[in-house]
C-alpha cells in the first residue's frame, strides 16, 4: 500500500493569515499517461463527512473558495490556504487515488491562534 | 440533487457480522460510470477504503480485509450495501458510502453523513 504523511499534526494560524499543509507519498502518483498526479484532499468539520476540496493536485473542486490551493508532484504536496477564515477551522485529509487501495493521511487539524 | 443516506444497528457483538445499506437518493445506482465505495474512519486507523462496486457490478475489495467484506448493490432498493464478518473492536467506526467522481479513478466527490458502530461483547 502506499503511505501517506502529513505534516505537521496540528497547526494554529491566525485570521487572515496562510496554512500550509504537507503531505508525501512513499512513492511517486504521477501517473504518466496523463502527467497528472493521483492526489486528493479533502476537509472534514466536526460531526462531518470528509469533503473533497482539491483532486489531480492542484484542481479545485466546484464551489470551493480560491484561497485553497493544492501544488506538487511526485511525492511531496502542499495545501495551502491563504487568507484563513473561521470557517477554515477542520482537518484535512491528503489521499491518494494512483493505486488500488486508496490510501488516506492520518490529517492536519487546523485552528485559529 | 444526489444525496447518500447510510442506516445500521449501532451496535454488533464482537464475532458476529455487521451489516450496512446506503440509499441512494437523486439518481441510481445503475447510473453509467457510477461507482460507489464505503470507506470507514476510526481514531486508530483514521479514514480507511474497505469496498468499492461498480455500476456494471465489477468489485474491488480492501486487500487488508479479504473475504470478511462483501459490497453488494440492489437495484430494487437503490441501495448499496456492506457486509463485514468476524468483527472485533477494531471494526469499531463510522462507516461512510461515497460516491467516485468517475468509473476511472478512486476518488471520492460526495459522502454521506456515516453511521457509527460498535462491536463489542
Known amino acids: 500500500d502506499i503511505v501517506m504523511t502529513q505534516s505537521p499534526e496540528s497547526l494554529a494560524v491566525s485570521l487572515g493569515e496562510r496554512a500550509t499543509i504537507n503531505c508525501k507519498s512513499s512513492?511517486?502518483?504521477?501517473?504518466?499517461?496523463?502527467?497528472?498526479?493521483?492526489l486528493s484532499w479533502y476537509q472534514q468539520k466536526p460531526g462531518q463527512p470528509p469533503k473533497l476540496i482539491i483532486y489531480w493536485a492542484s484542481t479545485r473542486e466546484s464551489g470551493v473558495p480560491d484561497r485553497f490551493s493544492g501544488s506538487g508532484s511526485g511525492t511531496d504536496f502542499t495545501l495551502t490556504i491563504s487568507n484563513l477564515q473561521a470557517e477554515d477551522v477542520a482537518v484535512y485529509y491528503c489521499?491518494?487515488?494512483?493505486?488500488?487501495?486508496?490510501?488516506f493521511g492520518q490529517g492536519t487539524k487546523v485552528e485559529i491562534k | 440533487q444526489l444525496q447518500l443516506q447510510e442506516s445500521g444497528p449501532g451496535l454488533v457483538k464482537t464475532s458476529e457480522t455487521l451489516s450496512l445499506a446506503c440509499t441512494v437518493s437523486g439518481g441510481s445506482i445503475r447510473d453509467h460510470n457510477s461507482c460507489w465505495g464505503w470507506i470507514r474512519q476510526s481514531p486508530g486507523k483514521g479514514l480507511e477504503w474497505l469496498a468499492t462496486i461498480y455500476y456494471s457490478g465489477i468489485i474491488y475489495r480492501s486487500p487488508s480485509l479479504g473475504n470478511r467484506v462483501t459490497i453488494s448493490g440492489d437495484v430494487s432498493k437503490n441501495q448499496v450495501s456492506l457486509s463485514l464478518s468476524s468483527v472485533t473492536a477494531s471494526d469499531t467506526a463510522v462507516y461512510f458510502c461515497?460516491?467516485?467522481?468517475?468509473?476511472?479513478?478512486?476518488?471520492?466527490?460526495?459522502w454521506g453523513q456515516g453511521t457509527r458502530v460498535t462491536v463489542s461483547s
Open positions: 512513492q511517486s502518483v504521477l501517473y504518466s499517461a496523463n502527467n497528472e498526479n493521483n
Open positions: 461515497a460516491k467516485h467522481q468517475t468509473y476511472s479513478n478512486f476518488l471520492f466527490d460526495l
Open positions: 489521499q491518494q487515488y494512483y493505486d488500488i487501495p486508496p490510501t
